[in-house]
């Protein structure tokens, strides 16, 4: 294990301007439109201080929290795909003339680094990792992984789990072990704001190196952090039973159950979009007026869209409980046979931003039970 | 070669889908090097006579007299796109639908037998058959550009069915129900506008019609559940898409269960 470090609040606003002098564009989580989402940072003053965010199925509130914390909350609404994998992306374009047919200029990615990774999200990045690096991934996301690369990654560690957290069920949280350059726990120690620092790697060592004096972590300390991170891990706010998971979903194709879940689903996409692994997308092509400049986009998409399985003149997934079943036994089941493992990472996110709070481990919980229409899981309040 | 020849029309509408053709401004040009722009009296007083490659439609049929007129647009046209909430879905006027129009035009005008109108205000795939349909309230300018790009080049126009929620994700938009309890039509409304309401943090209003799958009653329980009456739900889903039937269907139930709830 690395060396442990600790700092105030200052040593958190060192570290985002010592990432900046780098040439970073430290992004990290800020209060906009209501929710805690992610965009550039200036400095430890942009971060949510004294903020949290009470999570249940379909409804987010941010609240004051009434103390300092800067980290005081869990996910919001966004993820990192966001920057690694960006809602629309130009592939290519060009322009044909007399002189014959020109690919454009492509704008250089730029250097990220990602302040605030969750321990679920470090998950999530690696299944991505996985899904776009093996023999399965799509050629259209070369770049990723050079842009993966030169991305330095700040993650913190989770002490107060969210309304919808189960990174416990997920083995992904709520302790980062792996993928992170530096890693942060915040604690109250003495009443005072403590941050126990560190570094996963050489290129984070490097970086706390340049922000000393940095004081070494006291035992007592330390073991406060381990205390609340086993409390953490102890307090999730939903379960999910992986064992015999995916056989389970995978001998249920024909449950009636999906016809129910098809009631209640607006199928409007919220939980892939919100879904830090949820990797589908569309491609479009575009050609100007005169047909001289073409231009070729990749867009987030969604097995919720009907033209997502549009093939042969009629969508393959017509009915919603078709694509609820799909969505939910990819990242539960037939996931785990492409690429070994699963892909859901336990972030709770599609379970919040469903408008009408469907709940993934109900539902996984309920084939498991083999309850075929609904009872306690009229979820969200909707008796 | 000669450019194909598009003509535009106007029934029962603002004329606002129209004004969205002449706001593209720079590629108006364009446009005009594509196709032969021959029948467009909202921009031009010179009149080519048909037929034509591309019409382009705004308005609902109201009148008798449109309602024979929509049959001769089709005559003279190969590819009859309809664009806007009033040709698509019958409009912000299809809400003349549920009321008796004798008692509006006795109270409106003092002649009201001067007049000749229908009981109904009806979209244009009501009348005739379409070969397109761009929805919006208005439409949006760049997609009018894409139909007609589409056209010429003999492809799909790229203009999604899904919901508005696939747009505020793209863009990062927090969900304004989920995150403030802000009533939105978003989860069951076409994308197209770019979610525009809700990232001025406001619920949509579903100027684009129903999505392609919409689950409108799922959606009226949400609501219910942020404080929303049935009488609320029947003035939400009677708005410029009142007429189109998920929207239709669903404030016609909610109208009946205010009644019996006496709302």
């Given at each position: 294990m690395s060396e442990m470090f600790v700092?105030?609040?200052?040593?958190?606003?060192?570290?985002?301007?010592?990432?900046?002098?780098?040439?970073?564009?430290?992004?990290?989580?800020?209060?906009?439109?209501?929710?805690?989402?992610?965009?550039?940072?200036?400095?430890?003053?942009?971060?949510?201080r004294g903020w949290t965010d009470l999570q249940e199925p379909g409804r987010y509130r941010l609240e004051q929290r009434g103390d300092e914390k800067l980290f005081g909350y869990v996910v919001g609404p966004h993820s990192w795909k966001q920057y690694l994998n960006p809602p629309e992306t130009v592939l290519?374009?060009?322009?044909?003339?007399?002189?014959?047919?020109?690919?454009?200029?492509?704008?250089?990615?730029?250097?990220?680094?990602?302040?605030?990774?969750?321990?679920?999200?470090?998950?999530?990045?690696?299944?991505?990792?996985?899904?776009y690096g093996s023999d399965n991934g799509t050629p259209a996301m070369a770049g990723r992984s050079a842009q993966r690369e030169q991305t330095f990654i700040v993650a913190?560690?989770?002490?107060?789990?969210?309304?919808?957290?189960?990174?416990?069920?997920?083995?992904?949280?709520?302790?980062?072990?792996?993928?992170?350059?530096?890693?942060?726990?915040?604690?109250?120690?003495?009443?005072?704001?403590?941050?126990?620092?560190?570094?996963?790697?050489?290129?984070?060592?490097?970086?706390?190196?340049?922000?000393?004096?940095?004081?070494?972590?006291s035992d007592d300390e330390v073991q406060t952090r381990d205390g609340l991170l086993a409390e953490a891990a102890a307090?999730?706010?939903?379960?999910?039973?992986?064992?015999?998971?995916?056989?389970?979903?995978?001998?249920?194709?024909?449950?009636?159950?999906?016809?129910?879940?098809?009631?209640?689903?607006?199928?409007?996409?919220?939980?892939t979009l919100v879904c830090p692994t949820c990797f589908c997308n569309t491609v479009d092509d575009n050609l100007s007026l005169d047909g001289t400049h073409a231009t070729r986009t990749r867009?987030?998409?969604?097995?919720?869209?009907?033209?997502?399985?549009?093939?042969?003149?009629r969508p393959m997934r017509e009915s919603v409980g078709a694509r609820y079943r799909q969505w939910i036994t990819h990242k539960l089941a037939t996931w785990i046979d492409q690429f070994g493992e699963m892909g859901c990472v336990g972030c709770g996110r599609c379970i919040t931003w469903c408008p009408v709070g469907i709940d993934i481990t109900a539902e996984a919980e309920a084939i498991r039970r083999g309850d075929l229409r609904d009872t306690q899981v009229r979820i969200g309040g909707f008796a | 070669m000669a450019l194909p020849k598009l003509a535009v029309y106007k029934f029962a509408s603002c004329d606002g889908c129209q004004l969205s053709i002449l706001d593209v401004e720079d590629l108006l040009l364009d446009i005009a090097s594509v196709v032969h722009i021959a029948n467009f009296p909202e921009a031009s007083r010179e009149v080519i006579e048909g037929p034509y490659d591309l019409t382009l439609v705004e308005g609902s049929i109201t009148t008798p007299h449109d309602a024979e007129r929509i049959h001769e647009v089709r005559r003279q046209s190969k590819f009859l796109v309809t664009i806007g909430a009033c040709a698509t879905a019958g409009g912000i006027q299809a809400l003349k639908n549920w009321k008796?129009?004798?008692?509006?035009?006795?109270?409106?005008?003092?002649?009201?037998?001067?007049?000749?109108?229908?009981?109904?205000?009806?979209?244009?795939?009501?009348?005739?058959?379409?070969?397109?349909?761009?929805?919006?309230?208005?439409?949006?300018?760049?997609?009018?550009?894409?139909?007609?790009?589409?056209?010429?080049?003999?492809?799909?126009?790229?203009?999604?069915?899904?919901?508005?929620?696939?747009?505020?994700?793209?863009?990062?938009?927090?969900c304004v129900m989920v995150s403030h309890g802000t009533p939105c039509l978003g989860p069951v409304t076409q994308a197209g506008c770019g979610a525009l309401c809700p990232s001025y943090n406001r619920g949509c209003y579903g100027c684009f019609g129903p999505m392609e799958s919409p689950n409108t009653e799922m959606l009226a329980a949400a609501w219910q559940r942020l404080g929303v009456s049935h009488r609320g739900l029947v003035d939400a889903f009677r708005g410029f898409n009142a007429y189109a039937e998920p929207f239709r269907i669903t404030s016609d139930h909610h109208e009946a269960l205010a009644v019996a709830k006496g709302e």
């Open positions: 700092s105030g609040q200052s040593g958190i606003g060192r570290l985002i301007q010592a990432l900046a002098e780098r040439g970073h564009r430290v992004i990290g989580p800020i209060v906009r439109n209501e929710a805690l989402v992610y965009d550039e940072i200036g400095g430890v003053e942009d971060l949510p290519w374009s060009g322009t044909i003339s007399p002189e014959g047919f020109m690919t454009d200029p492509m704008p250089e990615p730029p250097k990220y680094a990602f302040f605030g990774v969750r321990p679920c999200e470090l998950a999530a990045m690696q299944v991505l990792d996985t899904v913190v560690n989770c002490v107060e789990p969210g309304g919808n957290c189960f990174c416990v069920s997920m083995d992904t949280g709520p302790t980062a072990n792996s993928g992170y350059d530096i890693s942060i726990t915040e604690i109250v120690h003495h009443g005072n704001m403590r941050y126990l620092i560190e570094s996963g790697t050489d290129a984070g060592a490097e970086v706390l190196a340049e922000l000393a004096p940095l004081e070494n972590a307090s999730m706010g939903k379960t999910l039973d992986t064992e015999d998971l995916a056989d389970l979903l995978k001998g249920n194709a024909l449950n009636p159950r999906w016809e129910s879940i098809a009631d209640r689903c607006l199928a409007c996409a919220n939980c867009k987030w998409d969604s097995c919720f869209t009907l033209g997502f399985s549009y093939m042969h003149g | 008796d129009t004798d008692l509006f035009t006795s109270t409106v005008y003092a002649h009201p037998e001067y007049l000749d109108t229908l009981e109904t205000s009806t979209p244009v795939k009501n009348h005739v058959e379409v070969n397109f349909e761009l929805r919006g309230c208005p439409v949006d300018k760049m997609a009018l550009v894409e139909v007609v790009a589409a056209f010429v080049q003999g492809r799909r126009p790229n203009i999604p069915e899904y919901s508005v929620c696939v747009e505020c994700k793209r863009q990062g938009t927090p």
